[in-house]
């Protein structure tokens, strides 16, 4: 199995470190990051730049890719330039922080998983719980691993992202899997207005958390019982439901 790493930490964030090395058993990987943190990136790409790529080499003399721009670019490039062979399957993270609810809208790590189920590779994004420690990465490494090796292969879809967010084992016991749906987090968006030392204004964006989706199937509630939570994702936003009220209005247009 040939696995691509990335993430939107970097390529020396711990988690990704982490996964390089308990992935490495099951087969070839290969590692292509952002040079630094880009969380809530989204989907964005850079078009009016170049963007470069520099070999980083580990203890162990294996090497990454450190690429200068976002987690998205960082797939394209690995798939477009960087990698002599195509991957079997992507993994994106492990975060530092959950990516969970409306949240996912903004991540970087979701972010790069979703571009590769576009270029139809399976996709698995991996967070874990804020402010994780060596325990919470490596359990979570663990985690991931043994979801590779007893999943086979011809399960994984190259149309779906499987959105994997994991509490921290530090904090206490996990109460098990748990596959879930999209909840929902609305924030208050709550700017924040200072004065550089010119004396020029500028504005701090923090979200001010107003509301979650308490539904016993989400994510989210997931994470309030400990569970780890897995939710299928994918990249068509259209909605299905609606779409069949539209068509009549298109009796509203002259031929």
């Known amino acids: 199995m040939h696995i691509l790493l990335t993430n939107d930490d970097g390529l020396l964030a711990d988690g990704i470190q982490y996964l390089r090395q308990y992935l490495a058993e099951l087969g070839q990987t290969s590692m292509v990051a ?6 809530g990136m989204g989907h964005g790409i850079t078009m009016h730049k170049p963007l470069r790529a520099n070999k980083v080499f580990f203890e162990d003399k294996s090497y990454g890719w450190s690429v200068s721009g976002t987690p998205a670019d960082c797939v394209k490039l690995a798939l477009d330039k960087l990698l002599p062979t195509r991957p079997d399957i992507v993994i994106s993270g492990i975060n530092n922080g959950l990516n969970m609810g409306t949240d996912i809208l903004y991540s970087g790590t979701v972010s790069a998983a979703l571009e590769a189920i576009i270029e139809k590779i399976p996709a ?5 719980e804020e402010e994780a420690t060596k ?10 691993k043994n979801f590779l090796t007893h999943i086979p292969r011809k399960e994984f879809t190259n149309q779906v992202v499987l959105n994997i967010n994991i509490p921290r084992i530090s904090l206490g016991p996990i109460s098990g899997v ?8 609305r924030y208050g968006n709550t700017i924040v207005t200072r004065l550089d030392p010119r004396g020029k204004e500028y504005y701090w964006l923090s979200g001010e958390l107003l509301e979650i989706d308490s539904k016993k199937n989400t994510d989210l509630a997931a994470l309030a019982r400990r569970a ?5 994702l994918h990249f068509d936003l259209t909605n299905h439901d609606f779409l069949k009220k539209l068509f009549p209005l298109t009796n509203l247009f002259p031929n």
């Not at 698995?124 to 874990?128: H, K, L, M, P």
């Open 124 to 128: 698995i994004a991996v967070s874990v």
């Open 34 to 39: 952002p040079e630094r943190e880009r969380s």
């Open 228 to 232: 780890i939570s897995i939710t299928p």
């Open 135 to 144: 325990e919470d990465f490596i359990y979570a490494a663990q985690f991931i």
């Open 178 to 185: 748990e596959i879930t749906i999209q909840g929902l987090k």
